[in-house]
T-cell receptor
Framework: GAVVSQHPSWVICKSGTSVKIECRSLDFQATTMFWYRQFPKQSLMLMATSNEGSKATYEQGVEKDKFLINHASLTLSTLTVTSAHPEDSSFYIC???????????FGDGTRLSIL | QKEVEQDPGPLSVPEGAIVSLNCTYSNSAFQYFMWYRQYSRKGPELLMYTYSSGNKEDGRFTAQVDKSSKYISLFIRDSQPSDSATYLCAMKDSGGYQKVTFGTGTKLQVIP
């Protein structure tokens, strides 16, 4: 069964709007979750690592004030794209990993289209 | 040079064929290797997860790792049209952070 639930699967909104994407770990309590971005025909690029109860760790070049991450519980992390613009249109995917040397399991992704 | 190199394809094969997908890497710190399948507009789905050099089999899928050559492969036997997807290799080291590095993916089409 699914390990990760991501919502919504698709969102279209106007430029300047803020959009929140939810990622839920269904199988276990996840102290760490990951947020990726994927452009068409390209691979996944890690944006940030979400840490429960503390600040997220952002990859170089990712704007912290633009992409707000909140990991308030052991099963839920949210990514908010603030003041979204057309260049933020992309496929956003979250993942979780069990403790130890375990692989990541991915959600079904959120397709974000900014008009 | 990219840390992980993967032929983007597309690769077209007839139904029933054996498919070979490959990745090379340059970072000798990589210890864990994964293959994911990604259907269009979906998140990646974990197919295989290996650590040591050698082969690991799961149904029609076989993952092969050669750490000395820094080369990994995924074989799909008796390929089916439902196998048509993009296949991503991924790898990570065993350090605390364990950042995963992905290949660019190979698009596979299995023709009925």
């Amino acid at each position: 069964g699914a390990v990760v639930s991501q919502h919504p699967s698709w969102v279209i909104c106007k430029s300047g709007t803020s959009v929140k994407i939810e990622c839920r770990s269904l199988d276990f309590q996840a102290t760490t979750m990951f947020w990726y971005r994927q452009f068409p025909k390209q691979s996944l690029m890690l944006m940030a690592t979400s840490n429960e109860g503390s600040k997220a760790t952002y990859e170089q070049g990712v704007e912290k004030d633009k992409f707000l991450i909140n990991h308030a519980s052991l099963t839920l992390s949210t990514l908010t794209v603030t003041s979204a613009h057309p260049e933020d249109s992309s496929f956003y995917i979250c993942s979780v990993r069990r403790p130890g040397d375990q692989p990541q399991h991915f959600g079904d992704g959120t397709r974000l289209s900014i008009l | 040079q990219k840390e992980v190199e993967q032929d983007p394809g597309p690769l077209s094969v007839p139904e029933g064929a054996i498919v070979s997908l490959n990745c090379t890497y340059s970072n000798s710190a990589f210890q864990y290797f994964m293959w994911y399948r990604q259907y269009s507009r979906k998140g990646p789905e974990l197919l295989m997860y290996t650590y040591s050099s050698g082969n690991k089999e799961d149904g029609r899928f076989t993952a092969q790792v050669d750490k000395s050559s820094k080369y990994i492969s995924l074989f799909i036997r008796d390929s089916q049209p439902s196998d048509s997807a993009t296949y991503l290799c991924a790898m990570k080291d065993s350090g605390g952070y364990q950042k995963v590095t992905f290949g660019t993916g190979t698009k596979l089409q299995v023709i009925p």
